[in-house]
C-alpha cells in the first residue's frame, strides 16, 4: 500500500491494517523459528554423516547404546541349536597321567586316592611335517617321451631349484586365512613363522593364492553354470579396486552357490554376461537400475533398502511431510507379517491370494496422488515404476523379501577391502573372485573348504580334480 492511500485510510481502517500486520508478523516469526530449528536438525545432521565419513575408529558404531539392551549371546532354539560342550575325541594320540601330590597343598596332610576322571585336549601342532618325494624318471620306448612319477600329496611335478615346496593343506590354510578371514600377506607369513615354524614369504603367499585360483577354474566356471541356471538369484556389487583404479564386485548368490566377478564396470553388461540377457527367473536386488533390463525376469525389490530410505526421509521431513513415508513403513511391516502367517501354515493359499490383492490395492491407493513434497514424490515414483516388484515374495514361495543373501555373501569382501585395500592386478582380481566363489559356496554346501582346495590342489590332472556339482547338474 501507497503512503498516498494510507493517508486518506480512517482510524478502524488503520487499526485493522494493524492488526493484519501483527498476525502476519506472528506467523513470520513463528515460521522463521521453526526453519531455524529444521536448518539446525539438518546442519547436525550433515555434520554427523561427515564425522562418520572420516572416521576410522568403530565404523559400524550406530550412535550410543541402548538403555536396555538385549542380553549378549544367542539364544538357545531351533535355528542355532542347544547349548552344549566339547564332545571327547574319537581318537586319542597321546596320553598323559596327572597323579594327585604327595601332600595336601592347603594344609599338608595326607591324601586318600578316590577315582580317576579323565579330561580331553585338542592341540594345534607346532612341528611341521618335512616330507621328501623321490620321483622316479624315465623315458618311454615308443615315443620317447619323459615320464616321472607323481604321490598323491605332491601339489607339482617340479623338480630342480623348485623342488621345495609348500604342502597341500598349508597352501589350502593360507588361502583361506586370506580370501576368507582377510589376513594380509604380510600377516599370513607372520603366522606360518609363528605358529607352525614353516617359511613363507608375502611373495609366496601370493604365488599361492594364483596357483590355487588356477586349479580352481574349472570349479568356478561350474558356479557361473549353476548361477546362470538358477531360478533364483541377488545379485549385488561393491566397489573394488584394481591397480588403484575403481572396479566392481559383483556377487550373484542362489540356493547352493554364489558367483564373485570383479569387473571395470557397474551395468547391465556384467550382469548380462553371468545371467544371460533373456534370464526369466526371479531376482531379488536394490534399486540399481541396470537390473530393470532384464526384461523376462520376475524382480523383488528389497524390502531392507525402502525401510532404511524411509527412515532417512523421516529424519528430516517436518510437518505433513512425515505422513508418506510413514504410511509406506506401515504398508511393507504389514507384508512381512503376512509373509510370515504364510510361513507359519496360518493362512489358507486363498486368504493369503485375497490378503496380498487387498495390499497390493492399498499400495496403489498410496501411489495415486503426486506428492507436493519432493522427497516424498521420488519414493513414490521408484514405488510407481517397481509396482508389480514390491510384493513378489508373498506371490512366488522361496523368494526372500531382502536382498541379504548377496550383502551377506559380499560382507566378508568388505571387510577385506578394509584390510588391503583390493587387488593389484587382473590376475589377482580373477584370483580373488575365483577363490571366494569357491569358499563361499562350499559353507553353502555344508562343505570343508579347507579339504576341497586341498583335494584340488593335489590334483594330478583335471579327471581327478573334486566336483562342487553332479555333472548331471550341469547340463
Known amino acids: 500500500m501507497t503512503e498516498d492511500a494510507l493517508e486518506h485510510l480512517s482510524r478502524e481502517e488503520m487499526l485493522d491494517l494493524l492488526r493484519k500486520l501483527l498476525r502476519e508478523n506472528a506467523s513470520l516469526k513463528e515460521e522463521l523459528g521453526r526453519l ?77 586316592f578316590v577315582q580317576v576322571r579323565p579330561q580331553f585336549q585338542v592341540e594345534v601342532p607346532r612341528k611341521p611335517i618335512h616330507r621328501q618325494f623321490n620321483v622316479a624318471v624315465g623315458h618311454c620306448r615308443s615315443c620317447h617321451k619323459r615320464i616321472q612319477g607323481r604321490h598323491p600329496l605332491q601339489t607339482s611335478d617340479a623338480l630342480g631349484a623348485a623342488a621345495s615346496q609348500i ?43 594364483l596357483r590355487a585360483a588356477e586349479r580352481s577354474s574349472e570349479a568356478y566356471l561350474s558356479i557361473l553354470v549353476m548361477v546362470h541356471k538358477s531360478p533364483v538369484v541377488y545379485p549385488d556389487e561393491t566397489g573394488w579396486k584394481v591397480a588403484g583404479l575403481l572396479h566392481w564386485l559383483w556377487t550373484f548368490v542362489t540356493a547352493n552357490a554364489t558367483a564373485f566377478v570383479i569387473r571395470a564396470s557397474r551395468g547391465f553388461d556384467v550382469a548380462e554376461d553371468v545371467l544371460g540377457a533373456d534370464y526369466a527367473g526371479t531376482l531379488g536386488h536394490d534399486g540399481w537400475l541396470p537390473y530393470d533390463q532384464f526384461a523376462a525376469a520376475r524382480h523383488q525389490q528389497c524390502l531392507g533398502h525402502l525401510f532404511r530410505r524411509c527412515s532417512h526421509m523421516l529424519e528430516v521431513a517436518t510437518r505433513g511431510a512425515v505422513r508418506f513415508p510413514r504410511q509406506v513403513k506401515t504398508l511393507l511391516k504389514s507384508a512381512l507379517a503376512l509373509r510370515d502367517r504364510r510361513d507359519e501354515g496360518e493362512i489358507s493359499q486363498h486368504g493369503l491370494a485375497v490378503a496380498v490383492g487387498r495390499m497390493q490395492s492399498r499400495l496403489d491407493g498410496l501411489l495415486a496422488s503426486t506428492r507436493s513434497n519432493a522427497v516424498n514424490e521420488r519414493l513414490a515414483k521408484h514405488l510407481r515404476n517397481h509396482r508389480d516388484q514390491i510384493l513378489t515374495f508373498l506371490r512366488k514361495p522361496g523368494v526372500e523379501a531382502t536382498n541379504w543373501p548377496a550383502e551377506q555373501s559380499i560382507r566378508p569382501a568388505v571387510v577385506n577391502r578394509k584390510v588391503w585395500g583390493g587387488s593389484r592386478t587382473d590376475r589377482g582380481a580373477l584370483a580373488q573372485a575365483t577363490l571366494m566363489s569357491v569358499l563361499r559356496t562350499c559353507v553353502q554346501q555344508g562343505r570343508d573348504g579347507l579339504d576341497f582346495l586341498t583335494r584340488t590342489l593335489r590334483a594330478s590332472s583335471s579327471r581327478n580334480l573334486p566336483q562342487l556339482f553332479p555333472i548331471n547338474a550341469l547340463g
Open 36 to 112: 531455524r530449528q529444521e536448518n539446525k536438525k539438518l546442519r547436525e545432521l550433515v555434520e554427523e554423516v561427515h564425522r562418520q565419513g572420516k572416521r576410522q575408529a568403530a565404523p559400524f558404531s550406530k550412535g550410543p547404546p541402548k538403555p536396555d539392551p538385549q542380553k549378549c549371546g544367542r539364544k538357545p532354539d531351533a535355528e542355532y541349536g542347544m547349548k552344549t560342550y566339547r564332545a571327547p575325541p574319537a581318537q586319542i594320540d597321546e596320553v598323559y597321567e596327572a597323579p594327585l601330590p604327595g601332600r595336601c597343598p592347603e594344609c599338608n596332610g595326607q591324601i586318600d
Open 167 to 209: 604342502g597341500p593343506e598349508a597352501q589350502a590354510l593360507a588361502v583361506l586365512l586370506n580370501k576368507d578371514m582377510g589376513l594380509s600377506h604380510g600377516k599370513i607369513s607372520r603366522l606360518f613363522r609363528g605358529a607352525f615354524a614353516i617359511s613363507l614369504s608375502r611373495g609366496g603367499s601370493a604365488q599361492v593364492m
